[in-house]
């Protein structure tokens, strides 16, 4: 039914939309045109009114009545001016509101377009399932970083004895201070000292040096003694 209207009136939805969005554009191209007249005419009438007052002052001291006809005439451009000035102030502003109308109908079209298209985006879009994202993101984050760590602090192979490594360099060290004695005919003090660790070899050099200290310091004491006797 309003197919058949639509065709008897000779009008459309289509035509329709396209008349709506030309209106204030052909509105604004009358008002210019007609506001462009009304411009020439206001032109026209202030040469007119300075035309007058130059008859007028010509034959203010010789025609009395020519000055005052100009006058009077002067006065009615003078009057047809202020109306015409009036229009054309009334046509910039109804042009003025027009196109801000427009501008406001465009931005507003505009602004609709981009809260459909944010619709369309957030559409597929919930607070839960950005949520469910964001902890799966952390979950992965923390498996990684479980991954790595037991990557770089598992160690490869098996494990070595630090103990077992220290008996044999000392054996090693032992070793190599006999195969010196023996180079340079030097006896040694034990034919052969046990293959310990370096802490203990170390703690019984420490222990001959006090006592060698001690030694010499009775030696020093007694021959002090000695020399106070004498």
Do not use: C, F
């Not at 300075?50 to 009395?64: L, Y």
């Not at 990684?144 to 490869?156: H, L």
């Not at 220290?166 to 000292?193: F, I």
């Amino acid at each position: 039914m309003s197919s058949m209207l639509s065709w008897i009136t000779g009008s459309s939805g289509g035509g329709s939309s396209a008349k709506r969005k030309a209106a204030p554009k052909d509105a604004i191209v009358a008002l210019r045109a007609h506001l462009e007249m009304l411009q020439k005419r206001e032109t026209h009438l202030q040469n007119q009114m300075e035309e007058q007052e130059a008859i007028a002052r010509k034959n203010v001291s010789t025609n009395k009545t020519a000055a005052r006809a100009a006058l009077k005439r002067k006065k009615q451009h003078e009057h047809s001016l202020e109306q015409t000035s009036a229009q054309i102030a009334t046509l910039e502003q109804q042009i003025y509101s027009i196109e801000a109308a427009n501008i406001n109908q465009e931005t507003l079209k505009a602004m609709q377009k981009a809260g459909k298209a944010m619709k369309d985006i957030h559409g597929g879009l919930t607070i839960d399932k950005v949520d469910e994202t964001m902890d799966q993101l952390r979950e992965q984050h923390a498996l990684g970083e479980e991954i790595a760590n037991a990557i770089t602090s598992a160690p490869i192979g098996e494990t070595v004895d630090q103990d077992e490594l220290e008996d044999e360099l000392a054996s090693m060290e032992q070793e190599a201070l006999d195969d010196k004695m023996l180079k340079t005919g030097t006896v040694p003090v034990v034919d052969r000292l046990p293959a310990v660790g370096n802490g203990e070899i170390r703690g019984k050099e420490r222990r001959r040096e006090e006592v060698q200290e001690e030694e010499d310091e009775e030696a020093e004491l007694r021959k002090l003694q000695a020399e106070m006797a004498m």
